[in-house]
């Protein structure tokens, strides 16, 4: 593989596939041009702008070899808001049939809000969802006690109530993107540079000077983001443990999911037998009970001939904030003490370095093993 294969690319741009190949149409073309996100806009029902500052502009995702094989990483939390995808996790937190999850400001056409007071009125019940793009984003305010909380996605159920609209109860759905180490600038100015210059044959040209797309991108930061992740995420699978909660979700890409298995000790996950697994802590193996916590995993199927690339969900895993608390707490910390006195642990290397500056010493290992364990 040449290097400039490894290397990092920018592999969707306002929302379509242009590594490691183009996907051409002319709705790419057209978002590329009006710097359109074709997610926010098919949500929303109107056209919306990339929300992403100048340099970073149309970013969705990073091609990358971070975990070995080349994979996306999703730098855009939109680039996620598919309506099914959004509709399919809701079924499984509200253990119901499918579902209409509605955005919130779609409450403000009149035709929106007669079509859901039909379903209140006829015993059904009705989703709607909030986002900071989307309404704007819910969230706890901090006390002397606990941190300012703010959820990516809240979903709360509406029910017709003695004449009146009520709330019913709230989930929450998050979505992991990725840090970058560097900038954006350089590749999002040779795409534009390239796109103005090329305006209808962008696609052809594109593909032939794909390295406009891996100008300067660097790899993603993985250890600041599972840690950050990590935090947020004790906390709010806990809360799918509330009774006014039906659970929380968090969707990531498979390479994240795959970046993850060192924080986790790579923890074997148990088939559930019914499409979904299980991430269980020691303790509560046999045990059975409600799910609080699901974590979605998908990829996007960059082979597809049709852009948008679709998402694929790979993987469905249900856990607690004990389990995800277990194995990054506890069983990696004791997988890591492991290798303190290995072969290629920390002795290991502290002997090498001091004999680097005094080669005429023999220096020793004093009452330790140097084996694992």
């Known amino acids: 593989m040449t290097k400039t294969a490894r290397g990092n690319f920018v592999s969707e741009w306002f929302g379509h596939r242009i590594y490691p190949h183009v996907v051409p149409s002319p709705e790419a073309l057209k978002n590329q041009r009006d710097q359109q996100c074709p997610f926010l806009s098919r949500v929303k029902d109107n056209p919306q702008e990339c929300v992403k500052n100048t340099k970073s502009k149309g970013v969705c995702t990073i ?33 119901a049939k499918p579902v209409d999850a509605i955005p919130g400001p779609r409450l403000e056409l009149e035709a929106t809000r007669s079509k859901v007071l039909r379903a209140l009125k006829s015993g059904r019940s009705v989703l709607v969802y909030f986002d900071q793009k989307i309404g704007g984003e819910v969230s706890l305010s901090a006390t002397a006690k606990s941190p300012e909380m703010a959820f990516d996605v809240t979903l709360v159920e509406l029910l017709w109530q003695h004449g009146s609209v009520g709330l019913g109860r709230f989930a929450i759905l998050e979505v992991q993107t990725m840090d970058f180490h560097g900038s954006y600038g350089r590749a999002v100015g040779n795409l534009r540079s390239g796109l103005d210059l090329h305006r209808d044959r962008f696609p052809e040209v594109l593909e032939e000077n794909q390295w406009w797309a891996g100008d300067r991108i660097e790899g993603p930061n993985i250890a600041n983001v599972f840690k950050r992740t990590f935090y947020q995420m004790m906390f709010k699978f806990s809360f799918g443990g509330h009774d006014a909660c039906v659970g929380t979700a968090l969707v990531i890409s498979a390479s994240v999911w795959d970046s993850w298995q060192p924080f986790l000790a790579a923890p074997n996950l148990v088939d559930a037998g019914d499409g979904t697994s299980r991430l269980l802590h020691p303790e509560a193996k046999g045990k059975q009970g409600r799910v609080p916590a699901w974590i979605y995993v998908f990829d996007l199927d960059h082979s597809a001939k049709t852009t948008p690339s679709p998402i694929r969900i790979s993987r469905i895993i249900g856990l607690t904030a004990d389990a995800l608390g277990y194995y990054a707490l506890k069983a990696a910390p004791e997988e890591a003490s492991l290798r303190l006195l290995s072969e ?16 005429s010493q023999d220096i020793i290992v004093v009452g330790f093993s140097s084996g694992d364990g």
Request: glycine fraction near 4%.
């Open 344 to 359: 290629a642990g920390v002795y290991a290397t502290l002997r090498r370095r001091l004999q680097a500056y005094w080669p």
């Open 63 to 95: 091609s990358s070899c971070s975990n070995g094989p080349r994979q996306d990483w999703v730098a855009c939390p939109y680039r996620v808001f598919d309506p099914r995808l959004i509709e399919t996790v809701a079924s499984r937190l509200y253990d």
